[in-house]
């Protein structure tokens, strides 16, 4: 059964880049028709989905995030990853890497980042 | 954007209670629609997809239905392991959008 763990800096300061990769293991991320996918939560709000990635290379991206998310692959470590630009105390979340097609979703368990000085 | 509005935002029931959640889409969703549970510090879990289908080892209890604008989940009877918050979520169109999520506590 695929698994995905998101790793990362847990604490970014205002105005830089977070950066997160998630690694998949149990399957292929090249394999299938699956979508890989950001979603973030802030600590007791809902859940927003910021991006996601084709197993062939194209994405869609939140138009919230104003030009500031990249998602991308590397096939070659089976891992895919969020770049979010000029980052503020609003994008302090838990962040997840998801799998899906279709309804088929796997999580993996979250990462939270803290944006402060 | 699709605008998934959810109610009620917290819900207060008894062990053995029928619980009802709805979600109502901006737009036509078709049967595009997840229903989550989430516990503290976990990630979310899906329990029906495509507004209806249970997924695989999820109770009988809980049940979808819906399509197009309306959806509605149900826990037919309501066990103390039920405790979370629930969120639905489209996957018709881009970008993926959630309702505010219902709280669900044991009266």
């Known amino acids: 059964q695929v698994q995905l763990q998101e790793s990362g800096p847990g604490l970014v300061k205002p105005s830089q880049t977070l950066s997160l990769s998630c690694t998949v293991s149990g399957g292929s991320i090249s394999s299938g028709s699956y979508y890989w996918s950001w979603i973030r939560q802030p600590a007791g709000k809902g859940l927003e989905w910021l991006g996601r990635?084709?197993?062939?290379?194209?994405?869609n991206y939140n138009p919230s995030l104003k030009s500031r998310v990249t998602i991308s692959v590397d096939t070659s470590k089976n891992q895919f990853s969020l770049r979010l630009n000029s980052v503020t105390a609003a994008d302090t979340a838990v962040y997840y890497c998801?799998?899906?097609?279709?309804?088929?979703?796997?999580w993996g368990p979250g990462t939270l980042v803290t944006v402060s000085s | 954007d699709i605008q998934m509005t959810q109610s009620p935002s917290s819900l207060s029931a008894s062990v053995g209670d029928r619980v009802t959640i709805t979600c109502q889409a901006s737009?036509?969703?078709?049967?595009?629609l997840n229903w989550y549970q989430q516990k503290p510090g976990k990630a979310p879990k899906v329990l029906i997809y495509?507004?209806?289908n249970l997924k695989t080892g999820v109770p009988s209890r809980f049940s979808g239905s819906g399509s197009g604008t309306d959806f509605t989940f149900t826990i037919s009877s309501l066990q103390p392991e039920d405790i979370a918050t629930y969120y639905c979520q489209q996957y018709n169109n881009v970008p993926y959008t959630f309702g505010q999520g219902t709280k669900l506590e044991i009266k």
């Open positions: 990635i084709y197993s062939g290379g194209g994405t």
């Open positions: 737009q036509d969703s078709r049967k595009y």
């Open positions: 495509d507004a209806s």
């Open positions: 998801v799998r899906h097609f279709y309804g088929d979703y796997n």
